[in-house]
């Protein structure tokens, strides 16, 4: 009641700012959930922003960079070298043939096995004080046996060892990368 007094109390005709302000603002506060609906159902009537299409058709245009193709291309060559690598290793066996601190020993060894079976790998390597010798890429041991047997008579009767490692393995003529499984 204080309110309506004042305003109708005031010394002028017309209402001052300070008491339109109020007014209003009551007003509003009232009817808050009317504006707001009011308020939202005015936006949402804006909001649709897809514009349908009078064509029927289901297509769907790409537009891309020429540069994509280039880029498949590369990946696609990348990918076949990295499977023929992959092809080219696989578990196996080796025979460990010596293990000697003597280096000229070593090397003759190594020089008899190049000349005696130049089909097969020799792998030496200094593991220090000591020299040794692998050899051969063989994927089971049954493959390996008669080497082993060889070259132990070659080296007088000298234990040679299976190691179980990753070997090399040549591919087939007929590898296709594209075709692994």
């Known amino acids: 009641m204080l309110l309506t007094t004042e305003v109708f109390n005031s010394s002028s005709s017309a209402y001052n700012n300070k008491d339109l302000e109020w007014f209003f603002a009551i007003i509003i506060h009232k009817n808050m959930k009317q504006l707001f609906i009011v308020f939202f159902l005015f936006l949402s009537a804006h909001l649709f ?64 096995l190049l000349q005696k079976y130049p089909e ?27 080497y082993k047997k060889e070259i132990s008579k070659m080296l007088n009767g000298a234990t040679i060892y299976y190691l179980p490692e990753t070997i090399e393995v040549k591919p087939d003529k007929d590898f296709d990368p594209d075709n692994i499984q």
């Open 49 to 112: 922003a897809q514009v349908t299409d009078t064509i029927s058709e289901n297509k769907v245009v790409v537009y891309q960079d020429y540069r994509m193709d280039i880029l498949a291309r590369k990946e696609a060559d990348i990918n076949t070298t990295i499977l023929k690598a992959q092809a080219r290793i696989g578990k196996g066996y080796r025979l460990m043939i010596l293990n000697t601190n003597d280096r000229a020993y070593a090397m003759k060894i190594r020089g008899e």
């Open 120 to 146: 097969q790998k020799t792998y030496m390597w200094f593991a220090d004080p000591y020299i040794k010798i692998k050899f051969g890429n063989f994927k089971t041991e049954d493959e390996a046996n008669p």
